[in-house]
């Protein structure tokens, strides 16, 4: 890429012709084959994502997220009280549409119209969305808001350094490690070195057909087992 240099001949940053603030979120559902994700209602999702969590009896869901697991639907509907309260992170509820039963959570948070980012995270997703199309195709219909739908610029995914299995999931879903921010946070009493992921603008049509081809029909077969992965059809 050629080097652009001010009138001091100092190295600048591309021009972005034309931008401007993007608009923040609209509450409202996206909608896909397997799943809907919704705003969080929690006197209509509370229950049936109590009953969902209520799966992972050991909590394992709960070591690296800010609040720990809950073990009376009353308490877990007041902290969901608060977290639908807010616009940042902006909560959703991930609705499985064979059951019509909330299965997972997942927001939009440090939304940045001014520079067009935007993270997703929250992510807590029950052993009845685990490893299900209704996962991924959630994960996709979020994207595709802030790409396609809102023009944001840039999108983003941050986790403990130490949770593999979120950091496997972003490497699966098409995001890239940028790098990790030490002794960033801390939570429950201990220590958070933060690993950065994101997607760009500019990645996403070739990651947006990667998940299109993946999510259809055809690439599943009768017991609904996909035929190819994502990081296969992502070549």
């Not at 509370?46 to 394992?60: I, K, M, S, V």
């Amino acid at each position: 890429m050629t080097e652009l240099l001010n009138d001091h001949d100092q190295p600048i940053g591309r021009p972005v012709p034309g931008w401007t603030p993007r608009l923040q979120p609209p509450r409202s559902p996206m909608t896909g084959r397997f799943c809907r994700v919704e705003p969080l209602d929690p006197a209509h999702h509370a229950a049936d994502l109590f009953e969902a969590n209520r799966a992972d009896a050991a909590g394992r869901n709960w070591t690296y997220l800010g609040a720990d697991g809950f073990e009376e639907l009353a308490p877990y509907r007041a902290w969901l009280d608060r977290m639908a309260a807010g616009t940042d992170p902006m909560f959703h509820a991930i609705i499985d549409l064979t059951t019509g039963r909330a299965v997972g959570v997942a927001s939009y948070l440090r939304i940045d119209p001014a520079n067009g980012v935007i993270e997703v995270g929250h992510i807590n997703y029950s052993p009845r969305l685990q490893r299900r199309p209704a996962a991924t195709e959630a994960m996709y219909l979020m994207m595709a808001r802030v790409f396609d739908e809102l023009g944001y610029r840039r999108y983003e995914w941050k986790c403990d350094d130490l949770n593999q299995p979120s950091r496997a999931a972003a490497a699966r879903l098409g995001f890239t490690y940028e790098g990790t921010f030490r002794q960033a946070i801390v939570y429950k009493g201990r220590n958070r070195d933060t690993a950065w992921f994101s997607i760009l603008d500019g990645e996403w049509p070739a990651l947006k057909a990667a998940f299109e081809r993946w999510l259809a029909p055809e690439n599943f077969d009768a017991a609904g087992r996909q035929k190819q992965s994502l990081a296969a059809i992502r070549g």
